[in-house]
């Protein structure tokens, strides 16, 4: 009876190739209808953040991550004034994580009225805007999102400005003061 024959246990082996590819949409490309969860943990067609509004989205890592965190997320809170001062009227932040844990975040940050905090539960919006990486995430689990900028008039995407998969724990082009320049 073959039932009662011992099992081996199989590995599998991670490929060289990262299981998303980042490639991120094209300047003039508009955003996709893709549902995400707000601070408040309501579904929100992610085309609708931006209709008719000029704004900055950035994508980090992870929620609770030290440069998200320490530096990347308040960098916005703080110049907030700046950048409505150029005219952005809306900065949102994605992360793939789940929506109970961006909505504690947002609390943590204290974004309210300052950074929208949108969780992409399944990375179905990074992957639409083709930032899904899992090439850098050690310790983050599989997909996360690459660390990025994009400045978005009416839907339409004007700027991109992604980190490359090193650049984990700092930034060099998404932070605030890059995104200033460019405004």
């Known amino acids: 009876d073959r039932s009662l024959l011992p099992v081996t246990p199989t590995i599998a082996m991670a490929s060289a190739a990262p299981a998303d590819q980042v490639n991120p949409v094209a300047v003039g490309a508009a955003v996709p209808h893709v549902d995400v969860f707000d601070e408040e943990m309501k579904t929100v067609d992610f085309h609708s953040i931006f209709a008719g509004k000029k704004g900055?989205?950035?994508?980090?890592?992870?929620?609770?991550?030290?440069?998200?965190?320490?530096t990347h997320v308040p960098g916005y809170i703080k110049q907030r004034e700046a950048l409505q001062a150029k005219g952005i009227e809306v900065v949102a932040c994605i992360s793939v994580n789940d929506k109970f844990v961006m909505s504690e975040w947002a609390k943590a940050m204290g974004t309210e009225g300052k950074v929208r905090m949108l969780a992409d539960q399944s990375a179905e919006l990074s992957r639409a805007l083709g930032v899904a990486d899992s090439r850098y995430v050690a310790g983050l689990g599989s997909v996360r999102c690459r660390r990025f900028a994009m400045i978005i008039e009416d839907n339409v995407i004007k700027t991109v400005k992604v980190e490359e998969p090193k650049e984990v724990e700092g930034a060099t082009c998404s932070f605030a003061p890059d995104i200033l320049t460019v405004l």
């Open 56 to 70: 900055v989205l950035i994508g980090v890592p992870g929620a609770f991550t030290p440069t998200c965190s320490a």
